[in-house]
């Protein structure tokens, strides 16, 4: 069964202009959930609206939306009184500008979809937005309106389709400086940074997202496998937290001895602690040849 598209609507390029659907790239489908029940019956329990003065139960029908002027006032916002604020581009992702992924600030990336023509009258013109933009290498910018909200949407190739992001607006994120300002600025020496350097290079790897394994949700299918068959859930042993401290340069040079880099760490001193009694043309070359090999 084909995917259900979650929104239809245009791509337009200025004068260019097909339709389109949109598909979430992500799924919680996998993931293991649980429900709330009753313990004595093993029935599940079915969540109900309660109003907060009373403890009535509010049946659908009395639902409504307010918003909060203070505290415990609310004005009442009717569903056809929101239309009035409906935006133009409810239909359509009209692109607006070209920007270098570069520059996209990852935090502001914030959910996937993929974008695909809707029919075959659509592919031309689909395949023209999406070619010229794999020409220029760049991002393309658009507003969308998703559950009648305005996202900026980041559109880009992707495959024969194209990949579309959801953005946040500047409101919706804090400053940094706000968590970071207490942040001292200790003094680190030279070697500790070099040493820290190798452990990076030897944990170098390549993004590869086949490698991640989810092993809490690997782990909850077992226990809820183990628990439907009837068998006790052991609790395991709390881990005991090491009392001992060592100091940042020892563990450096423990984790280095642990992935088998302390010969090229000793090496690497050697090598500086020779070249500074070497003329200076010589050390040169050593140091050149070090970074070569490194």
Same mark, same amino acid.
């Given at each position: 069964m084909a995917p259900r598209a979650y929104w239809?609507? *245009?791509l337009k390029l200025s004068l260019v202009s097909c339709?389109?659907?949109l598909y979430p790239a992500t799924t919680? #489908?996998?993931? *293991?959930?649980? /429900?709330?029940i009753n313990r004595e019956t093993g029935n599940r329990l079915k969540q109900q609206m309660v109003d907060a003065e009373t403890g009535d139960v509010v049946e659908s029908d009395q639902k409504g939306r307010g918003y909060e002027l203070r505290k415990g006032k609310y004005v009442e916002i009717e569903p056809e009184e929101l239309e009035a604020v409906q935006i133009e581009s409810? /239909? *359509?992702i009209d692109i607006e500008s070209f920007v270098p992924s570069e520059e996209i600030d990852q935090r502001y990336l914030n959910h996937p979809y993929y974008i695909a023509p809707d029919g075959k009258a659509a592919i031309d013109a689909f395949a023209v937005i999406r070619? #010229?933009?794999?020409d220029q290498d760049r991002v393309a910018l658009a507003k969308i309106v998703l559950t009648n909200r305005e996202h900026i949407i980041a559109i880009e190739p992707l495959g024969k389709g194209l990949l579309g992001t959801t953005l946040r607006f500047p409101y919706e994120l804090r400053e940094e400086d706000e968590f970071f300002d207490d942040i001292k600025s200790p003094k680190i020496t030279k070697d500790m940074v070099e040493l820290a350097g190798h452990i990076l290079h030897t944990k170098a790897a390549h993004f590869d997202p086949s490698k991640f394994k989810d092993e809490y949700e690997t782990a909850l299918k077992a226990l809820v496998k183990r628990k439907a068959s009837g068998k006790t859930i052991e609790l395991p042993e709390p881990e005991e937290r090491p009392s001992n401290v060592v100091s940042l340069m020892d563990a450096l040079k423990q984790s280095l001895k642990g992935r088998g880099g302390k010969k090229t760490a000793a090496k690497s001193h050697a090598r500086r602690a020779t070249g500074r009694h070497r003329p200076a043309k010589k050390a040169h070359r050593s140091t050149a040849r070090h970074r070569k090999a490194g």
């Amino acid at each position: 069964m084909a995917p259900r598209a979650y929104w239809k609507g *245009t791509l337009k390029l200025s004068l260019v202009s097909c339709p389109v659907v949109l598909y979430p790239a992500t799924t919680a #489908a996998e993931k *293991t959930r649980f /429900h709330m029940i009753n313990r004595e019956t093993g029935n599940r329990l079915k969540q109900q609206m309660v109003d907060a003065e009373t403890g009535d139960v509010v049946e659908s029908d009395q639902k409504g939306r307010g918003y909060e002027l203070r505290k415990g006032k609310y004005v009442e916002i009717e569903p056809e009184e929101l239309e009035a604020v409906q935006i133009e581009s409810n /239909h *359509t992702i009209d692109i607006e500008s070209f920007v270098p992924s570069e520059e996209i600030d990852q935090r502001y990336l914030n959910h996937p979809y993929y974008i695909a023509p809707d029919g075959k009258a659509a592919i031309d013109a689909f395949a023209v937005i999406r070619d #010229a933009m794999k020409d220029q290498d760049r991002v393309a910018l658009a507003k969308i309106v998703l559950t009648n909200r305005e996202h900026i949407i980041a559109i880009e190739p992707l495959g024969k389709g194209l990949l579309g992001t959801t953005l946040r607006f500047p409101y919706e994120l804090r400053e940094e400086d706000e968590f970071f300002d207490d942040i001292k600025s200790p003094k680190i020496t030279k070697d500790m940074v070099e040493l820290a350097g190798h452990i990076l290079h030897t944990k170098a790897a390549h993004f590869d997202p086949s490698k991640f394994k989810d092993e809490y949700e690997t782990a909850l299918k077992a226990l809820v496998k183990r628990k439907a068959s009837g068998k006790t859930i052991e609790l395991p042993e709390p881990e005991e937290r090491p009392s001992n401290v060592v100091s940042l340069m020892d563990a450096l040079k423990q984790s280095l001895k642990g992935r088998g880099g302390k010969k090229t760490a000793a090496k690497s001193h050697a090598r500086r602690a020779t070249g500074r009694h070497r003329p200076a043309k010589k050390a040169h070359r050593s140091t050149a040849r070090h970074r070569k090999a490194g």
